[in-house]
């Protein structure tokens, strides 16, 4: 961890106080993130966002009255935004796809072990999508279904060729995050520093083609179907 890095600054915006309470002690309890804030709706989300300007806001999807949707559409109309990590205890296409389409860097539900949380915040901070390895697969299905664009035209020997064109340890990091694994869970997976698993991750945009990790997981999905 570099020691010369500014804290994490996070807004926590759930309708449930308990689940508030959690979240907060779990992140506070980290050298490198700090709890400024909280809301209990989409309204107050976008008070408190505009009032603390955080690094990460952590949204449910679902709160009485503005929805946390909503709310992330309007918080990521002001200038220089905050980066959004949706909570959820649901988990469907709808609100994956909302949730991504609303302008979300993030999904995962709150059943998600504290650890992984906190790497998903820290992604998110570092401007990098996460997705839990579910709401990957949602995507995934989604995008590809037999309506898609994507299904028309997607080939397993297209991406297949593509993919040859990487090295062993790109291909594993491209593999990871069809898992759905986030950087500095990749770190651990293969051993590696997170500052390499953001290299890795470079290389493959640029090889393949592609402009974020979904695209990425595509790929995979298709090559190995």
């Known amino acids: 961890m570099d020691g010369e890095r500014k804290a994490v600054r996070v807004v926590i915006a759930d309708d449930d106080q308990l689940v508030r309470m959690a979240l907060r002690l779990v992140i506070d309890g980290e050298r490198d993130m700090t709890v400024v804030a909280e809301a209990a709706d989409g309204d107050a989300a976008i008070t408190v966002a505009d009032e603390q300007r955080p690094d990460v806001v952590l949204m449910d999807v679902r709160m009485p009255g503005r929805d946390g949707l909503s709310a992330t559409r309007e918080i990521l109309t002001r200038p220089a935004p905050p980066r959004v990590l949706m909570l959820t205890t649901f ?4 609100l994956v796809l909302g ?7 993030g999904f995962v539900l709150k059943d998600t072990p504290p650890r992984r ?9 570092d401007g990098n999508p996460v997705l839990s390895p579910t709401a990957t697969a949602r995507v995934i299905a989604a995008a590809t279904g037999p309506r898609s664009p994507h299904a028309r035209g997607s080939s ?11 090295t062993d ?8 995050i069809a898992d759905g694994l986030g950087n500095p869970e990749i770190a651990r997976k ?3 520093s997170v500052a390499t698993v ?6 493959l945009f640029t ?3 592609v402009e974020n990790r979904v695209q990425i997981a595509l790929l995979v999905r298709d090559a190995e179907e």
Request: hydrophobic share 40%; charged share 35%; glycine share 6%.
């Open 190 to 192: 293969l051993r590696i």
């Open 198 to 203: 953001k290299s890795h991750t470079g290389n």
């Open 156 to 166: 397993r020997e297209a991406a297949r060729q593509k993919l040859s064109g990487l």
């Open 117 to 125: 949380i906190l790497d998903a915040v820290r992604s998110v901070a």
């Open 99 to 105: 949730a991504l389409e609303a302008g979300a860097l």
């Open 207 to 209: 090889k393949l083609d």
């Open 169 to 176: 340890r790109e291909y594993e990091t491209a593999r990871a």
């Open 91 to 94: 988990d469907s296409d709808d």
